[in-house]
């Protein structure tokens, strides 16, 4: 896949280059600002951007705000944000539009390299990808706790498998119950939740991002 890497870490740019490129994959363009990934992006349409969330020039937000933009003028586009930090106003915004082939990692918990060209792997090829830290973060900030106080324990965990994106099979496997209870409790999270029910993991996610950023 053609690969375009934001990030301000000379040696993270470099590092992720050589790794992409040991892995088949064509690195584009690697930049160190906001403004240049757009840039970047403009000229090589690349398949897969992956972006920093604080770039200069003001090392706060500039990554996601940028990587708005390209999901705004380029929806074709996959973002796979990497970074240290969970930006909670932004990452919402991103994840609460089409999240189809959009993802948010954090750095230090990405512990293997085949875990990450598998995630990059599956945002290319149109699924999502969130931590679950990023999931724990953004559940926190809403201030509309009153639903999600009406669902139980395994409830909760269900509704934190969906928002990474798994599938009913694969929520079963992680917390090792059978099919049949993974799809009672999400049902009972969409009534609860008052969310439309879909058999599209996608949609679930949205769905869920979009209540969590009313």
Known sequence: MRVILADDSVLLREGLARLLADAGHDVVAAVGDAAALVAAVAEHRPDVAVVDVRMPPGHSDEGLRAALEIRERWPGVAILVLSQYVEKTY???????????VGYLLKDRVSEVAEFLESLARVRGGGTVVDPEVVRQLLARTTRADPLRTLTEREGEVLRQLAQGYANTAIAGNLHVSLSTVEKHVNAIFDKLALPRTPTYSRRVLAILRYLDQ
Do not use: I
């Open 91 to 101: 990452a919402a915004k991103l994840l609460s539009g089409a999240t189809e082939r």
